[in-house]
């Protein structure tokens, strides 16, 4: 989550990472796996070799976690970010110009995205996200990967703490009863249960408001909102509050 008493630096780490995103070439992905076969090879023999390997696999998850982010975002925000991040990115007047809304707007989705970011990078979801399939699917496979890394080269825990894989199994085993959840109810969404024709619905239209959503589901907003409600209910204990 965020740093409580400084949510801007917060903020400003994640949008250091996701400068590096948009900056790293395919040269730089080839050399670091280079170097993390060089290192894998090393770290039989030499713990501070292992901790590079671990730290250059930490490299690759985020670049896909921050890639999950940006792929959820709606398409005038995913324009924005790449305009503003990207090597060669633009000023706010022209960004303000170019996606037609105000300043004040772009530092309001800044902000948010920024946000998005930092949270998974700790491999955090909020119920915002549950919505977006892919998301989760890609938060279980980035702690998969982790806690193999984790267990099969440093299964004494010399490099890596017990608390902190602890933490990330508790983080992948809570996802997958999501994945759980949202795959049922896109498989039977067919078969008049309500609820997982609401949660189907939003699936596949993530971005659309409650009323639009409620004409598609044959729903008023009140019934639409039950259900919504009571699917949600059911993830709560799953996800992280959202801020």
Same mark, same amino acid.
């Given at each position: 989550?965020?740093?409580?008493?400084?949510?801007?630096?917060?903020?400003?780490?994640?949008?250091?990472?996701?400068?590096?995103?948009?900056?790293?070439?395919?040269?730089?992905?080839?050399?670091?796996?280079?170097?993390?076969?060089?290192?894998?090879?090393?770290?039989?023999?030499?713990?501070?070799?292992?901790?590079?390997?671990?730290?250059?696999?930490?490299?690759?998850?985020?670049?896909?976690?921050?890639?999950?982010?940006?792929?959820?975002?709606?398409?005038?925000?995913?324009?924005?970010?790449?305009?503003?991040?990207?090597?060669?990115?633009?000023?706010?007047?022209?960004?303000?110009?170019?996606?037609? /809304?105000?300043?004040?707007?772009? *530092?309001?989705?800044? +902000? $948010?995205?920024?946000? %998005?970011?930092?949270?998974? =990078? !700790?491999?955090?979801?909020?119920?915002?996200?549950i919505y977006f399939p892919k998301k989760v699917i890609n938060?279980?496979?980035?702690?998969?990967?982790?806690?193999?890394?984790?267990?099969?080269?440093?299964?004494?825990?010399?490099?890596?703490?017990?608390?902190?894989?602890?933490?990330?199994?508790?983080?992948?085993?809570?996802?997958?009863?999501?994945?759980?959840?949202?795959?049922?109810?896109?498989?039977?969404?067919?078969?008049?249960?309500?609820?997982?024709?609401? /949660?189907?619905?939003?699936?596949? *239209?993530?971005?659309? +408001? $409650?009323?639009?959503? %409620?004409?598609?589901?044959? =729903? !008023?907003?009140?019934?639409?909102?039950?259900?919504?409600?009571?699917?949600?209910?059911?993830?709560?204990?799953?996800?992280?509050?959202?801020?």
């Amino acid at each position: 989550m965020l740093y409580k008493d400084n949510p801007e630096f917060s903020l400003e780490l994640a949008e250091n990472f996701l400068r590096q995103h948009f900056r790293e070439t395919s040269k730089d992905k080839i050399l670091r796996n280079s170097l993390k076969i060089f290192c894998q090879e090393c770290s039989v023999k030499d713990k501070n070799m292992l901790r590079i390997f671990f730290r250059l696999v930490k490299i690759d998850v985020n670049q896909v976690l921050i890639s999950a982010v940006i792929d959820s975002l709606p398409e005038d925000e995913k324009k924005y970010v790449s305009m503003k991040y990207c090597p060669s990115g633009t000023n706010v007047t022209k960004q303000e110009q170019e996606i037609h /809304v105000t300043r004040g707007q772009l *530092n309001i989705w800044r +902000k $948010k995205i920024l946000a %998005s970011i930092w949270r998974a =990078l !700790n491999y955090e979801l909020t119920m915002d996200d549950i919505y977006f399939p892919k998301k989760v699917i890609n938060m279980m496979e980035a702690l998969a990967t982790l806690l193999s890394f984790y267990n099969e080269m440093d299964p004494t825990r010399q490099v890596v703490d017990t608390y902190t894989c602890q933490c990330l199994e508790h983080y992948y085993n809570s996802y997958r009863r999501i994945f759980g959840e949202l795959y049922n109810c896109i498989l039977n969404h067919g078969e008049c249960q309500k609820m997982n024709l609401v /949660v189907s619905t939003i699936i596949m *239209n993530p971005y659309l +408001k $409650k009323e639009a959503l %409620s004409r598609l589901c044959g =729903l !008023n907003q009140g019934t639409f909102s039950r259900y919504q409600k009571a699917f949600e209910d059911r993830i709560k204990p799953y996800v992280i509050e959202s801020f």
